[in-house]
């Protein structure tokens, strides 16, 4: 059999695999970065930019950057969606030295600066090259030299390896999940894909959140089962919701009870995973393992 693997990627990370590369002179370097995943839909967004807040409260600079087509993942903080970085590269022809920083970046609640790296079209090129021209970009302005934390709010579940490239800057992976079944399974995916990056790359995982949820059994027994860890807990609370619709983060929110809980479970994250946490190596379980232990025939 032929291996149509470009010899510069082969055995870099698993057999069959086929990636975008950065150029390591592209690499993030000085700011703690965390990479967050998890199931489409399960709020990842709503994380980012909550613990993005959390983290600027503890008087650090932070830049946040979306990874997903839909350009949504900063809309809290700034109050709009703004314009993704591929497609502000095509407005002029690629030529990367005719903008400026506020061409593509945002300052959002707190500080906070933003991001959105966009997509390419369905169908068509790969996430990772997007991610790697937006880091690119940042490096060229000068806009990580004065960052303490960098975090890419990546695209739903792992779909392919060009959406695993924010892991090859990333210090930490957090996974956002909930107490159900398809939460878990995804988080059970993600587990190994970030298993696989990491016998190249310094990225390991810090744990996971539940969010959205009342309980966290399910949640915690798969993390005893893997030797995975739970680092936070957001319940299922309206003010939540409410905040999305608002465009605002909690922490723009009337001082509620539910709400002031949520903002200091986010302080509390932010300062665990800033004087750091223990790099986590569990074992993911096979897909039908999976089905069995959470109770499905």
């Known amino acids: 059999m032929l291996d149509r693997q470009p010899p510069a990627l082969r055995g870099q990370d698993g057999e069959g695999s086929v990636q975008v590369h950065q150029d390591a002179d592209a690499r993030i370097e000085g700011a703690k970065v965390f990479s967050v ?26 830049l946040q950057i979306g990874c997903d087509p839909k350009h949504d993942s900063t809309f809290t903080l700034t109050g709009h969606l703004q314009p993704t970085v591929i497609d502000i590269l095509k407005e002029v022809d690629f030529h990367a030295e005719e903008l400026r920083p ?5 300052e959002g609640f ?10 390419p079209p369905a169908g068509t090129g790969c996430g990772g090259y997007v991610v790697g021209q ?35 800057h990333a210090d930490r992976a957090v996974i956002v999940t909930a107490n159900d079944f398809d939460s878990i399974y995804a988080m059970n995916r993600i ?9 190249n790359y310094n990225v390991r995982l810090a744990g996971c959140i539940a969010n959205r949820s009342r309980d966290t059994d399910e949640v915690d027994r798969f993390c005893d089962r893997v030797g995975f860890r739970r680092i936070a807990h957001m319940p299922d609370i309206d003010a939540i919701r409410r905040s999305r619709l608002k465009k605002k983060t909690l922490f723009e929110m009337p001082d509620e009870p539910d709400i002031l809980a949520a903002r200091a479970e986010y302080l509390q994250l ?20 999976i089905f069995e232990f959470l109770g499905f025939d």
């Not at 932010?270 to 393992?289: F, I, V, Y």
């Open 270 to 289: 932010a300062r665990s995973l800033w004087a750091g946490t223990e790099p986590l190596m569990p074992e993911p379980l096979e897909d039908r393992d």
């Open 191 to 199: 587990i190994a894909a970030v298993q696989a990056k990491s016998r």
């Open 102 to 106: 506020e061409d593509f970046v945002t």
């Open 110 to 119: 707190n500080g906070v600066q933003c991001v959105e790296a966009g997509g």
């Open 134 to 168: 937006t880091v690119k970009l940042l490096k060229q302005h000068h806009m990580l030299e004065d960052t303490d934390v960098v975090i890419f709010d990546v695209l739903g579940d792992v779909v392919c390896g060009g959406f695993a490239a924010p892991l090859q």
């Open 37 to 62: 995943y998890g199931k489409g839909g399960i709020g990842k967004s709503t994380t980012s930019s909550n613990l993005s807040v959390a983290f600027s409260m503890l008087g650090k600079r932070v």
